[in-house]
């Protein structure tokens, strides 16, 4: 009797269209049997270049230890108690070519998907990098927490956007919080709920917003439990334990290169692998021929390919740089190790949307010196870029590296007019008195307390100038102002911005130190804090001299005299025969696409990480609904649903701890009086 394989060869034979019974044939019937009941996740298929073509650590012992002469060591990730989904990104999961809603149907998604069971054609591997760490260089870091799992064929129906964006035509996908690796220092290589939900809403968020970013697929709790002091005041407590699966064309990172890193001159730490130049090399080419294949084929030179990619290097962070100060997104932590090789949004901890406009805002409650502020961010990211440059050495000479670096500054800068005049409908003409329009808004906003992402939504509401007839231009004016006067600071809530975060005593100390003895002001402060500092105080002492109604009247006038340029600026947007309804149809729909209406605000993760903590998923789920969308306005959508703490409620309204229900407020809204109160680190 002939054989199953020989009955379908001959059947293909004899009918030549049917193309599926040829790949049938070189498989046996058991081999069918599985492939039909493997679910989707099972059925990913592998490509983990990345292991084949840098150096793996030989080492397999468990802990923690210095990892010498190589880019990734295996490690096993560690399985959790009765792992659950929380939430899935659908879109992120189809980069995979999975579907969400099988996703959740299969039982062992959440053991795949967290590390807690290894996929087939999985390579679990922790990539060793360094990193300068507030501008100090930390030595060996690596992949503490996160795991790579390997690299997923793209579907062959992938657009050719992202497959531009993603040349290998393959995905690695990482778990973040999976267990212990040679990089975890003192930790325990777990994160829990609260920085997981954190991380995976503002990856979706930040795609959403058009912004380049690593992807968040889903993230998995569980009943496993380890203690955390939040606030670090000690006061630790037990969190459940949970998990994000990342993806991204690549992880590697500026760190990456500094693994190779002399030691250095005020630390005295020097990278693990300091003189494996080959591996240093090594690494460049697999970054370059596997992400930057243009830039591989164009030069055949070694000097100019890499400079050229050290240039789009440049070019990618300064254009990403510019998005986010354009939508008042603050990293947080913007060190080397955090600075991503292919100019995404990289590791989200402690990040924040702004509310208030302030230059100065510092979104990570560990970040004392303001090092990473939100106006800083652009400077921080050529420091950054210069310490790749050095860590590329000799491969990318210094001189070349030095007159890419000097780009940088002019390309950052003509991103961020692009995109603020998109912002302000600023679409016929380029104008050199635009950069001091832009300069003024900002200026009015931080002077008036003004909302960054409400008073950019509102903008598109001030028409362009017509000449008809009955348009009263003061009028016009006053509804402007009105308008904008609703997303300005009260008062009180000024007075508290405006309150010193530096002890009066410790002030005057510092002051009298600063006169007596240079020298050690200079080691335990810096100019720049004190002239912040005092700058503060003064503002508060005028605010303390102030009524409401004078604060009001202040902003009333601020705002009108910069409506007034505006408006006189879109006079002539309007000249040469425009018709300035098409005009002002088009202006209102690009504002509308590059002013967002909904941001990750601090205040609406917390109220998903604390209804997630009850046991409800659904604020979570619903949070990410709306943030796939942040420019269009989803009635129904908008509310959160449910309550939580703080605020002025009924009494009956309370929580286990007694303390009152928050005040319900809309996902566009400026944020509660609470907020203020939510500390990140």
């Not at 630390?267 to 243009?294: A, K």
């Not at 692009?418 to 380029?430: D, I, V």
């Not at 020298?519 to 105080?537: C, G, N, P, W, Y």
């Given at each position: 009797m002939a054989s199953a394989g020989a009955r379908l060869t001959r059947l293909y034979i004899s009918c030549p269209g049917v193309i599926l019974l040829r790949s049938l044939s070189n498989v046996g019937m058991d081999d069918m049997g599985i492939n039909t009941s493997r679910s989707c996740i099972e059925r990913l298929q592998f490509e983990n270049v990345a292991l084949k073509q840098l150096p793996l650590d030989p080492s397999t012992e468990p802990g923690v230890r210095q990892v010498r002469g190589a880019c990734f060591s295996r490690v096993q990730p560690s399985p959790l108690k009765n792992p659950k989904f929380v939430s899935v990104s659908g879109p992120a999961l189809a980069l995979l070519g999975l579907d969400a809603d099988e996703v959740l149907k299969d039982p062992l998604a959440p053991e795949y998907l967290s590390g807690s069971k290894v996929l087939p054609g999985s390579e679990p591997a922790a990539h060793c990098y360094c990193g300068h760490q507030f501008g100090q260089f930390a030595g060996q870091l690596g992949d503490g927490a996160a795991c790579y799992l390997g690299e997923v064929k793209a579907p062959v129906d992938q657009s050719p956007g992202l497959l531009h964006e993603n040349p290998t035509g393959r995905w690695e996908i990482q778990v973040k919080g999976a267990g212990l690796t040679p990089y975890s220092r003192q930790a325990d290589g777990r994160k829990v709920l609260r920085s997981s939900i954190r991380e995976f809403l503002c990856s979706e968020a930040v795609f959403g917003l058009g912004v380049p970013t690593t992807r968040a697929g889903s993230v998995v709790t569980s009943d496993s439990r380890v203690m955390r002091d939040i606030f670090y005041n000690g006061n630790p407590r037990m969190e459940r334990c949970s998990v994000v699966l990342r993806i991204a064309p690549s992880f590697i990172r500026f760190g990456s290169f500094e693994i190779f890193k002399r030691a250095?001159?005020?630390?005295?730490?020097?990278?693990?692998?300091?003189?494996?130049?080959?591996?240093?090399?090594?690494?460049?080419?697999?970054?370059?021929?596997?992400?930057?294949?243009?830039?591989?084929?164009?030069?055949?030179?070694?000097?100019?390919?890499?400079?050229?990619?050290?240039?789009?290097?440049?070019?990618?962070?300064?254009?990403?740089?510019?998005?986010?100060?354009?939508?008042?997104?603050?990293?947080?932590?913007?060190?080397?190790?955090?600075?991503?090789?292919?100019?995404?949004?990289?590791?989200?901890?402690?990040?924040g949307f702004m509310d208030r406009f302030d230059p100065d805002f510092i979104c990570n409650a560990s970040d004392s010196s303001g090092?990473?502020?939100?106006?800083?961010?652009?400077?921080?990211?050529?420091?950054?870029?210069?310490?790749?440059?050095?860590?590329?050495?000799?491969?990318?000479?210094?001189?070349?590296?030095?007159?890419?670096?000097?780009?940088?500054?002019?390309?950052?800068?003509?991103?961020?007019?692009?995109?603020?005049?998109?912002?302000?409908?600023?679409?016929?003409?380029?104008?050199?008195e635009d950069e001091m329009l832009i300069t003024e808004l900002l200026q009015t906003m931080h002077n008036t307390g003004a909302d960054f992402t409400n008073t950019f939504r509102s903008l598109s509401q001030i028409s362009c100038p017509t000449q008809e007839a009955g348009e009263d231009e003061s009028e016009v004016m006053k509804q402007a102002a009105e308008m904008l006067l609703q997303q300005c600071a009260s008062l009180e809530e000024l007075k508290a911005a405006n309150k010193p975060s530096m002890d009066p005593r410790e002030l005057a100390?510092?002051?009298?130190?600063?006169?007596?003895?240079?020298?050690?002001?200079?080691?335990?402060?810096?100019?720049?804090?004190?002239?912040?500092?005092?700058?503060?105080?003064s503002r508060l002492k005028e605010l303390m001299d102030t009524t409401a109604e004078q604060l009001r009247a202040k902003q009333t006038e601020d705002w009108s005299c910069w409506i007034n340029k505006y408006r006189q600026r879109l006079a002539r947007e309007c000249e040469s025969g425009v018709d300035v309804k098409d005009l002002q149809r088009e202006r209102v729909c690009v504002m509308n696409n590059n002013n967002p209406h909904v941001v990750l605000r601090n205040y609406i993760a917390q109220n998903a990480i604390e209804s997630?903590?009850?046991?409800?998923?659904?604020?979570?789920?619903?949070?990410?609904?709306?943030?796939?969308?942040?420019?269009?306005?989803?009635?129904?959508?908008?509310?959160?649903?449910?309550?939580?703490?703080?605020?002025?409620?009924?009494?009956?309204?309370?929580?286990?701890?007694?303390?009152?229900?928050?005040?319900?407020?809309?996902?566009?809204?400026?944020?509660?009086?609470?907020?203020?109160?939510?500390?990140?680190?």
């Open positions: 250095d001159e005020f630390t005295g730490r020097q990278g693990p692998s300091y003189g494996h130049d080959d591996i240093r090399t090594q690494m460049l080419d697999y970054v370059i021929v596997n992400f930057y294949p243009e830039i591989h084929q164009n030069h055949s030179d070694r000097i100019e390919r890499n400079t050229a990619f050290f240039r789009e290097v440049t070019l990618r962070t300064a254009r990403l740089v510019a998005q986010w100060q354009c939508v008042g997104f603050c990293h947080g932590v913007l060190n080397t190790d955090n600075m991503s090789i292919l100019g995404l949004t990289l590791d989200y901890g402690p990040f090092r990473y502020t939100y106006q800083a961010q652009p400077a921080i990211c050529r420091w950054n870029l210069a310490r790749l440059a050095e860590a590329l050495e000799p491969d990318l000479p210094p001189d070349r590296a030095e007159q890419v670096l000097d780009e940088y500054l002019p390309l950052y800068n003509g991103f961020y007019l692009s995109n603020m005049r998109k912002k302000l409908g600023l679409l016929r003409k380029e104008e050199p100390m510092l002051l009298s130190m600063a006169q007596s003895n240079p020298a050690l002001f200079q080691m335990i402060s810096d100019r720049k804090t004190v002239a912040q500092q005092l700058e503060r105080l997630a903590e009850n046991g409800d998923f659904s604020e979570v789920q619903r949070v990410l609904k709306v943030l796939e969308k942040p420019f269009s306005v989803q009635e129904g959508l908008e509310q959160p649903g449910l309550e939580a703490r703080g605020g002025a409620a009924a009494p009956e309204e309370r929580d286990e701890t007694g303390e009152e229900a928050r005040v319900l407020v809309p996902y566009d809204s400026k944020p509660p009086i609470w907020a203020n109160e939510i500390c990140v680190t």
